[in-house]
């Protein structure tokens, strides 16, 4: 059974720092492309940042500077590190990880940046 579980979000401050992390079971972890999408209330899931097996990385043009993805295959684990956080990065953030036409998804964690 594949599992992704999120964790690592929460209430921050405009400008706060918060990490995410997606564990992942039941996938050769190595073999996947991973990812961190984000969807608002009312508003579709945009992507915010992608990992290859190979470590290069990919973010939308919204969190570039700010935010960083990295992963660890030791631990079957893909980490986001969100830094000088807006109100706008509100979201629920998801990871998925993706493998040819496999994708599978995480249930999401709920990140708000408010004072």
């Known amino acids: 059974q594949v599992q992704l579980v999120e964790s690592g979000g929460g209430l921050v401050q405009p400008g706060g720092s918060l990490r995410l992390s997606c564990a992942a079971s039941g996938i050769l972890f190595s073999s996947y492309a991973m990812g961190w999408y984000r969807q608002a209330p009312g508003k579709q899931r945009d992507l915010v940042a992608t990992?290859?097996?190979?470590?290069?990385?990919n973010y939308a043009d919204s969190v570039k500077g700010r935010f960083t993805i990295s992963r660890d295959n030791a631990k079957n684990t893909v980490y986001l590190q969100m830094n000088s956080l807006k109100p706008e990065d509100t979201a629920v953030y998801s990871c998925?990880?993706?493998?040819?036409?496999?994708?599978?998804w995480g249930q999401g964690t709920q990140v708000t940046v408010s004072s």
């Open positions: 998925n990880a993706k493998w040819l036409a496999l994708i599978y």
């Open positions: 990992i290859t097996t190979g470590g290069s990385t």
